[in-house]
């Protein structure tokens, strides 16, 4: 079985701060990692994602992620926040090459002028 | 653009009444769809694996009975929500992979459904 724990429910950061956005997985076969965003009133947006291959993953509009099996994390950052990136964010797992994912329970990011 | 819609996105209705949600892939063909289910401050849980021309696969804790899927084409999947209550007001959302793709999922923009 797979889990997804995000740690904080509301995150909230001035703009130009970093974003730091924490994920832990419980997985029993190696996972892949998924980080979707999603703005209000609409759907999901994939971010970026973790397939095995390089542990650092560079994803869109300035956010990345790393894959550390050792501490079961996949923590989504961004160097500089902007106005643009308040959503809500999912961290979620699969098994490899499987289609079904399992979604933590969200992170609202506000971004403070 | 979206390339997976879901229609209505959001929706009123009666209890005991029956709503029909629509998830349709635009600019592809999708032989599997997903149902998600979001409560309110909570994650999205899978509900249903929706297979073209098969009946669907679903997870445990959902009654089949209550949440018809029927997956008639390979563009379009249908949720509905028989006999509504109350406690199925929720958020849901679907997901679809291309056929042909490079297995990106892709997510509908989501319905909110609230009954009263």
């Known amino acids: 079985a797979q889990s997804v724990t995000q740690l904080g429910s509301h995150v909230s950061v001035s703009e130009g701060a970093l974003v730091l956005l924490r994920c832990n997985y419980s997985?029993?076969?190696?996972?892949?990692l998924f980080w979707y965003v999603q703005y209000p009133n609409q759907g999901l947006q994939l971010l970026l994602k973790?397939?095995?291959?390089?542990?650092l993953v560079k994803g869109i509009n300035g956010f990345e992620a790393e894959f550390k099996k050792s501490e079961t994390s996949f923590h989504l950052t961004k160097p500089s926040a902007h106005m643009s990136d308040a959503a809500e964010y999912f961290c979620a797992v699969s098994e490899p090459g499987a289609q079904k994912l399992v979604f933590g329970q969200g992170t609202r990011l506000t971004i403070n002028p | 653009g979206a390339v997976v819609s879901q229609h209505p996105s959001r929706v009123i209705c009666k209890s005991g009444t029956s709503v029909k949600i629509e998830c349709r892939s635009l600019?592809?063909?999708?032989?599997?769809m997903f149902w998600y289910r979001q409560f309110p401050k909570q994650s999205l849980m899978l509900m249903a694996t929706?297979?073209?021309?098969?009946?669907?696969?679903?997870e445990q804790g959902v009654e089949k009975d209550k949440f018809l899927i029927n997956h008639a084409s390979l563009t379009l999947s249908t949720l509905t929500v028989a006999s509504a209550h109350p406690e199925d007001s929720s958020f849901y959302i679907c997901s679809a992979i291309n056929d042909r793709g490079a297995n990106t999922i892709y997510f509908g923009e989501g319905s909110w459904l609230t009954v009263v």
């Open positions: 997985s029993s076969v190696p996972p892949y």
């Open positions: 929706s297979n073209e021309g098969s009946k669907a696969t679903y």
């Open positions: 973790y397939t095995s291959a390089a542990t």
């Open positions: 600019d592809f063909q999708a032989t599997t």
